[in-house]
């Protein structure tokens, strides 16, 4: 079964416009991707889905986009922005031991968009920041993937202090272990369905997991696997036009059936019809 | 501005940004093992600027009519950053002392201006001061593409292409401790001919050059991953942790911990 997150190290840098020229489809419909993305509208209108919430577009501001997450962008006249997009590995490059800030980590089952409204000061310094990167990315230097890399690291470091996230250093044991399941979910919950997978992943006991997670999140352990799932379907079922019974096996369940009842038990709506309000 | 005061605390700042005033003695001396960026131009004249690399503990004459900025980090901050392969930072012992290039290109200038602007106005009290690595990783790059055609000297002697035959091996990945007798065998020539010829080329022993490999590659796993102790001494082919703890202490005059305690803070 596939891993949604990509092994490959990928970086991209360009602006709006340039993508709309150059390929026509980028905005007509939903697309997943499976890196990180960084989305800059600098100027226009139109509309914004992720995750099937749709927002109108507003100038200065900046969408941060987890792997996996859909969206579908429909601009009403040109816009001005740019568009980053990397994987994980890209990041690490330098340093293997390197853990995600916090400002790419999804804290909870809702992964929720990171959005921020930019003023004066941070839109001069990210601007300094992605038009370096444009340059260094068209031209070929010395050291090429390095400064890309350096400067990635700057617009992130950039973005923990627009967004106010500062990292917590001393973590507590209780919060360490329920970032770790986070995580650990997120990256192979097509895999894994029991919380006992993942606690033996852990190295703690299936109980002691469960305690934790309800202790830090409010729900068990459970309900963060059922919640992960049913949001990979919905998003399936807007951007994926396979039939119901590709997309139940893709998401790892053995019978259609059974995807069609948790589906319909989950949402209230049963998956065609869900699919037919976002056609 | 003068030159930033030097803590005596045992934490260690990533890197030091001090604008340089007219200079009062020609020589910048240099008391602790920092690397140092010198960034200068002349009164009056902007077309052109003076970009002075030094490494640790070496000492440098810089023009007296010369304004500008000194940079210092220690080699942690290249260990950190991935950067030590980057070409006026991979000092070799017998290097020269201080390397120097004059840029006269306008976007270079304004490059290397802006970042380390950018530098200077960060508090190192704020939580603006994570930008700091990855501005030094920027400036690093940019310096090091000046330094792009520095000429190398070949040396193809005899000695000279055994020396760098042995560097190479040395600078595999799978790197760990191995005894210079090893060494000698893979290279196939006697111990007393690979001693020789490193000892004249570089003016170091073997034995030497792989302590600092050892160490650089401990100092490395230490503060760029979240490796334990263990875990490190097994890597580089230590089977005794107890004796991998002592070579470490010895070597760099800090504990694994505390080292790793120190530098992973300026990190973070």
Redesign the interface.
Same mark, same amino acid.
């Given at each position: 079964m596939k891993n949604l997150h990509s092994s490959k190290t990928t970086f991209e840098a360009h602006m709006l416009q340039e993508l709309f020229n150059d390929k026509k489809n980028f905005a007509e419909d939903f697309y997943q991707p499976d890196v990180f993305e960084l989305i800059w509208i600098k100027k226009g209108s139109g509309y914004f889905t992720i995750d099937l919430e749709k927002r109108g577009l507003v100038d200065n501001t900046l969408y941060c986009l987890f792997p996996g997450q859909i969206h579908r962008l429909e601009p009403e006249d040109e816009l001005v922005g740019y568009r980053i997009a990397f994987s994980e590995d890209f990041l690490k490059?330098?340093?293997?031991?390197?853990?995600l800030p916090v400002v790419l980590t999804c804290q909870g089952f809702e992964s929720e968009t990171r959005v921020a409204w930019l003023d004066e000061t941070y839109i001069i310094e990210i601007d300094?920041i992605i038009t370096?990167m444009l340059w260094e990315y068209s031209n070929e #230097?010395?050291?090429k993937k390095?400064?890309l890399?350096?400067?990635? #690291?700057?617009l992130i470091?950039?973005l923990?202090?627009q967004f106010g996230l500062?990292?917590e250093?001393e973590a507590s044991q209780v919060n360490k272990i329920y970032n770790k399941f986070i995580s650990s979910l997120s990256s192979s919950f097509l895999l894994h369905k029991q919380v006992s997978d993942y606690a033996s992943e852990l190295s703690v006991s299936t109980s002691y997991l469960s305690e934790v997670v309800k202790r830090v999140s409010g729900f068990p352990a459970g309900y963060h696997i059922k919640q992960r799932l049913l949001l990979e379907a919905k998003r399936k079922a807007v951007c994926d036009s396979s039939s119901m019974k590709s997309i139940a096996y893709k998401l790892g369940f053995d019978d259609p059936s059974t995807f069609s009842k948790f589906f319909k038990s989950c949402t209230g709506t049963n998956f065609s019809e869900f699919r037919k309000q976002y056609a | 501005m003068m030159k930033a005061e030097r803590s005596k605390l045992p934490e260690v700042q990533l890197l030091q940004v001090a604008a340089i005033p007219h200079q009062n003695g020609d020589q910048q001396l240099c008391r602790q093992s920092l690397y140092r960026v010198f960034w200068l131009h002349h009164e009056g004249d902007t077309s052109m600027s003076h970009l002075y690399v030094a490494g640790p503990g070496r000492n440098i004459n810089l023009p007296l009519t010369a304004v500008g900025y000194q940079i210092s980090f220690p080699e942690e901050a290249l260990i950190?950053?991935?950067?030590q392969h980057?070409e006026p930072f991979d000092f070799k012992p017998a290097s020269a002392a201080t390397l120097y290039a004059c840029i006269k290109n306008q976007k270079c200038c304004a490059?290397i201006g802006?970042v380390i602007a950018k530098m200077q106005k960060i508090d190192n009290a704020s939580?603006?001061k994570?930008?700091l690595?990855?501005?030094l990783?920027?400036l690093l790059?940019?310096i090091?593409?000046h330094f792009?055609n520095a000429p190398k000297q070949a040396d193809n002697s005899c000695e000279g292409i055994l020396y760098s035959a042995f560097m190479t091996l040395m600078e595999e990945k799978s790197f760990e401790r191995k005894p210079v007798t090893a060494y000698a065998r893979q290279l196939s020539v006697s111990i007393t001919t690979l001693n020789h010829a490193i000892k004249s080329t570089s003016g170091f022993t073997a034995s030497h050059h792989i302590q600092q490999r050892i160490i650089t590659k401990a100092k490395q796993a230490a503060i760029?991953?979240?490796?334990s102790m263990k875990e490190v001494a097994y890597e580089l082919g230590f089977q005794d942790i107890a004796h991998f703890s002592k070579y470490f202490r010895v070597n760099t005059g800090m504990t694994f911990t505390d080292y790793k305690r120190n530098f992973q803070m300026i990190y973070?």
């Open positions: 490059t330098a340093n293997k031991g390197w853990q300094y370096t #230097h010395k050291l390095d400064i890399n350096g400067l990635l #690291h700057l470091a950039q923990t202090c500062i990292e250093r | 950190l950053l991935d950067c980057y490059d802006n939580e603006q994570r930008l690595p990855s501005l990783k920027v790059v940019y090091s593409r792009e760029a991953s979240q490796a973070s």
